[in-house]
């Protein structure tokens, strides 16, 4: 819901402090939180296109959003149409520790593989050592592709994790 937009930027500001204080500069940080109007337009656009392939999914806590997770196909220089990603996870600090990630984060897989993804990606800093272990406890594993993106005020060194869910579709056409 397009709506939703602003709550979900505010969510995402507050999830980026809570998570990268101390692991990105925080000029980066700074950068995330005040690029805030721009990202509530992307999203909006986002979630306002229903010939798009792919999905979000919010979470709320006592009637307020605490969470939300998008994915789509896989984004880069040459997607693969049969591989899917999780573009964006993102919790409340004051919903952390509740199982709302986990639930969010197997809802979207779940949608993945029901839209005949064979396998799909996400990227995550190489210093959260918290999502990495969220990740591996639901079965996604490092790729060894790595990325580097230079942001306002520093880099982010990210990895690729990859989950395969059913080897055998292939790109053709479905009738």
Known sequence: MPANATVMARAHARSWRATYTGLLPDAVIDDVVA??????????????????????????????????????????????????????????????GRGIGRSLFDTAVSDIVAHRFREAVLWVVDTNQRARRFYEAAGWRPDGATKTEDRPGGRLQEVRYTRTFNPTIASQSIE
């Open 35 to 96: 690029s805030r109007p721009a990202r509530i337009e992307r999203w909006r656009t986002k979630l306002a296109d229903s010939n798009q392939r792919g999905g979000s999914f919010v979470a709320q806590l006592d009637g307020r959003l605490v969470g939300f997770v998008f994915w789509g196909p896989a984004e880069g220089d040459d997607p693969d149409p049969d591989v899917g990603e999780v573009y964006a996870i993102c919790l409340d600090p004051d919903a952390l």
